[in-house]
């Protein structure tokens, strides 16, 4: 489908959700004012064809109220506010929307670099929809040399600008986590693999913070000391849906999550030291002090 059709479902979406009620006419008064209508407005039947591959695509139902006049609105708008793909692929495509009707502030709109997935994404996603291996040559972070493999794919995670994609391996025989922009090739077989009926996906990385997560977690209560100043970055972004803030106070607060604290979930921690305390498990506690004293020791020998 033309990116450009894509762009007119979503910006249909975003302005019957932000209007609620809206009549056809107000609909093209809009359109009118937007680059993209080249002065033209929505014919009727093209209107209704739009209507019908929003839903197909997004599975949102556009209905039309006729008592005192007719008006469009979105019947199950409360799914545009849950998370998942649907979500994201409305909100990119809105924001991209955004910026290309606004593209004389380039200069004063400051994005984020994101490792290029242009040439990995697409092959995975063929992959996945057709249930076919990958054969991968990656590079790891921490390995000297690259390595040759065929993969099994079973999803794609986005973490902290980056894509990943988990899969079982030949190399190891179990799901793995592979970040896109370490790897060197990527060619579809046609080898076709039966993706496990017990998988799934948002599960395998529920109990997780991160993209490191395995078929074995180990969940348990973290208790964090928080300043009240942090505390409000907290409560507006959390680390983890299991969090719950289980005291207040004027100084700091105290949360509680239920996960595997493993080494991202740690490495955010120590990147909000030290306003964020680990009280519990002691074994966390230990474990952040020791990195933090080796902070300390390395940069206690300056003299000034």
């Known amino acids: 489908m033309a990116l450009s059709l894509l762009n007119k479902y979503v910006w249909l979406v975003d302005t019957i959700y932000r209007h609620k009620y809206i009549s056809f006419e107000k609909i093209n008064e809009l359109w009118l004012d937007d680059e993209r209508s080249e002065g033209l407005e929505i014919p009727k039947r093209t209107f209704h064809t739009w209507i019908h591959e929003v839903e197909e695509m997004f599975g949102l139902d556009i209905c039309c109220e006729r008592v005192g006049g007719y008006n469009y609105y979105i019947e199950n708008a409360e799914e545009i506010k849950k998370g998942g793909l649907r979500n994201w692929l409305l909100n990119t495509i809105s924001t991209s929307n955004l910026l290309m009707d606004n593209l004389q502030l380039k200069d004063r709109i400051l994005l984020e670099e994101v490792p290029s997935v242009k040439d990995h994404l697409e ?7 057709s249930n076919l291996t990958l054969t991968v040559t990656y590079q790891g972070y921490w390995h000297d040399e690259s390595s040759t493999f065929e993969l099994e794919p079973y999803c794609v995670k986005v973490f902290k600008q980056r894509w990943y994609l988990a899969g079982k391996s030949s190399y190891c025989g179990q799901v793995r ?3 896109l922009d370490r790897i060197q090739n990527l060619a579809l077989t046609d080898k076709k693999f039966k993706m496990p009926k017990k998988f799934d996906p948002a599960g395998f ?3 997780f913070y991160g993209i490191i997560a395995h078929e074995d977690p180990k969940v348990e209560t973290v208790k964090l000391k928080v300043t009240a100043d942090q505390s409000n970055y907290l409560r507006s ?7 719950k803030e289980v005291e207040r106070g004027e100084e700091y607060s105290i949360f509680e999550l239920r996960l595997c604290p493993e080494f991202d979930f ?7 030291t030290p306003d964020v305390e680990v009280l519990e498990p002691l074994w966390l506690r230990k474990e952040i002090a020791g990195k933090v004293k080796q902070m300390w020791n390395t940069y206690k020998g300056d003299k000034k």
């Open 177 to 179: 986590i592979y970040a």
């Open 266 to 272: 740690q490495q955010e921690i120590l990147s909000q």
């Open 205 to 207: 990385f529920e109990d």
């Open 237 to 243: 972004l959390p680390l983890h849906p299991t969090q």
């Open 123 to 129: 092959p995975i996603i063929k992959a996945m929809k």
